[in-house]
């Protein structure tokens, strides 16, 4: 299975990948990485290092841990993870291409087997009709492959801005442990 087949374009509400326990996923992922000797690295800006941080609560994870990085502005996802000016331009920030860009990047940075790195609106302000609170995007390179879909978290009305960066972190771990288990 390849990365196209798991990494699919969008998310909503009603995706497997958005139901499960946070912890229980994390540890998984954090079992396997260390069982087949892999490594993982975290390129967030939303989240703002819960990724990591949900990485290294995981006994054993400073094996498979190679670096975690809070992107939140438009200049050290330029500077650190080398985001090209012109798609932050085009695009912005929360985007598609934002998140492949930061996965490619944080894959050169770390040399990590798995990158996981997220971008988008955790509210409760900053929201559009075009980019609602909620809109994120993960990306995630793996194998040398690089993936990135939309998580459409503003489907859950009820969620606050801690609420929509938990559920991203589930959905980027749930994502990771298929990736990693196909």
Excluded at 158 to 181: E, Y
Aim: overall charge negative; some cysteine.
């Amino acid at each position: 299975m390849n990365i196209e087949q798991i990494i699919l374009p969008e998310f909503g509400k009603s995706s497997e990948i958005m139901t499960g326990s946070l912890d229980k996923t994390v540890q998984d992922v954090v079992q396997y990485l260390m069982e087949n000797r892999l490594t993982v690295a975290t390129g967030e800006s939303l989240t703002g290092g819960l990724l990591s941080e949900r990485i290294t609560s995981v006994s054993g994870a400073s094996q498979v841990i190679e670096l975690g990085v809070c992107t939140y502005s438009d200049r050290m996802k330029q500077h650190l993870l080398h985001v090209p000016s012109g798609i932050l331009a085009e695009h912005g920030a929360v985007s598609r291409q934002t998140a492949l860009a930061m996965a490619e990047g944080l894959m050169h940075l770390s040399g990590a087997d798995l990158c996981l790195t997220v971008t988008g609106l955790a509210g409760p302000g900053g929201g559009t009709a075009e980019l609602p609170v909620g809109t994120v995007y993960a990306g995630f390179a793996y194998q040398n492959r690089i993936a990135a879909t939309l998580l459409r978290l503003w489907e859950f009305p009820g969620l606050s801005r801690d609420g929509i960066r938990k559920m991203t972190a589930l959905c980027v771990f749930q994502l990771a442990k298929q990736l990693l288990l196909a």
